[in-house]
């Protein structure tokens, strides 16, 4: 069974723009979470995804959204890029039925660089 | 896609050594622990994870221990070897979400 994928793998954008980074889950995973990792604050909850629809965010600015499709692939988009989004964005997918945790399967991230 | 490198406390031992890694979490009502091996150009990998009901459990060369007194987490890796190079982050599930604590080095040396 494939991995999570996640494409770009490197990316370098100029403040002020814009990115999408997409997100393929494994095979029959319904649940995406996205998470945002940098030297200064390590792993940090973006948001969560499931069937089409965002069940939990974490505590980013209204410049980071993201999406889920009917074939559970996501896209997260960041706007007005600043320097401090440079990151690896990292996507995890699990089977996410609700109640008892379902176990999370990390992609090899997207390094993101903002200049 | 290299973990998160500049600012982590670092755990230097001898291969065969036993390892451990420490982690102090923050929500007394968090219900689920897991401790995540994340190797360089890679995303984290899952080891092992432990319930809040439980004081231990043992995996394949690893152990976690759960003291929710002091609301600490380690992580025991037994016969450490080179493979085991890596970060090593604790996770707490609180409100429905991952909160990751900032992690551990380990650098084995043969």
């Known amino acids: 069974k494939a991995g999570v994928t996640q494409t770009p793998r490197y990316l370098i954008k100029t403040r002020g723009q814009q990115v999408t980074l997409s997100c393929s889950p494994i095979?029959?995973?319904?649940?995406v979470s996205w998470y945002q990792q940098t030297p200064g604050q390590g792993l940090q909850f973006l948001f969560e995804?499931?069937?089409?629809?965002?069940?939990n965010k974490g505590n980013f600015p209204g410049r980071f959204s993201g999406r889920q499709f009917s074939n559970s692939r996501s896209e997260m988009n960041v706007s007005t890029l600043e320097l401090g989004d440079s990151a690896l964005y990292l996507c995890?997918?699990?089977?996410?039925?609700?109640?008892?945790?379902?176990?999370?399967?990390f992609g090899p991230g997207t390094r993101l660089t903002v200049l | 896609g290299e973990s998160v490198g500049l600012h982590l406390p670092t755990l230097s031992v001898q291969e065969g050594d036993n390892s451990i890694i420490n982690c102090a979490y923050s929500?007394?009502?968090?219900?689920?622990f897991i401790w995540y091996k994340q190797e360089s150009g890679k995303g984290p990998q899952f080891i092992i994870d432990i319930r809040s009901n439980m004081d231990k459990r043992q995996g394949q060369r690893v152990t976690v221990l759960l003291n929710k007194t002091v609301k600490h987490l380690s992580l025991q890796i037994a016969a450490t070897q080179p493979g085991d190079s890596a970060v090593y982050f604790c996770a707490e599930r609180g409100f429905q979400k991952l909160v990751f604590g900032t992690g551990t080095r380990l650098l084995v040396s043969p």
């Open positions: 995890a997918s699990s089977l996410g039925g609700s109640g008892t945790y379902n176990e999370q399967f």
């Open positions: 995804y499931f069937s089409e629809t965002q069940r």
């Open positions: 929500n007394s009502a968090s219900d689920y």
């Open positions: 095979s029959g995973h319904r649940s």
